[in-house]
């Protein structure tokens, strides 16, 4: 089993890589779809902006290739948010892969933006297998300044300001808001569960 990462450039690429390799998990980097014909999963990690961030997908070719792949895809942060139809970050289409749209945190008072840091998973589906063994109130590290709203393809959900999606899955399109990689333990487990989605 391997898993292509996919190559957008951003920041948490190399963290991605060494949590992989913590598990012993087989991956490769993929700079287009070409590179990722043999693996198994993809893996669409980001840190930044949604416009540069789709602009580079749709110049590697694989904003058009995801809208077409059957293999398990997990978006992780800006990733999990590109696999929206809309961004209001930038005003920008993504790829369209899972229904909803991108919508900045509110404000509040004592809030800071972005929230950087550990926030509980509140489980919203019973029995999902990205969350096996992983329990409720389990904590996990975010960064971000947008989310996507709570609906039927949450499975996972935080407040922070608002209660927002956290981890969402659609058939075989998953993702996590928060960051997988830094969440130790139970980002692991994540990880793992994704690396056995489908066998």
Known sequence: MTIAIIDTGC???FSVQAALDR???????????AKAVEADRLVLPG???AGPAMERLKKS???????????????????????????AE??????????GRIAPL????????????WNALDVEADADPLLDG??????????????????????ASCVYGTRFSAIIRSGNVMGCQF????????????????SRYCE
């Open 179 to 194: 960051h997988p990689e830094r969440s130790g333990e139970v980002g692991m487990r994540i990880l793992k569960n994704f």
């Open 47 to 49: 840190v930044g902006a």
């Open 134 to 155: 992983v329990l409720p109130g389990s904590r996990v590290y975010f960064v971000h300044s947008y989310a996507a709203a709570i609906g039927e393809i949450t499975v």
């Open 23 to 33: 598990l012993g998990l087989a991956h490769i980097l993929a700079g287009t779809p």
């Open 61 to 87: 070719g694989w904003a058009g290739a995801l809208k077409s792949e059957t293999r398990p895809v997990l978006g992780i942060c800006l990733g999990m948010q590109l696999l929206f139809e809309r961004s």
């Open 11 to 13: 920041a948490n690429l």
């Open 106 to 117: 509110p404000r509040f008072a004592g809030g800071v933006l972005p929230p950087m840091g």
């Open 90 to 99: 930038g005003d920008v289409d993504c790829l369209g892969l899972v229904p």
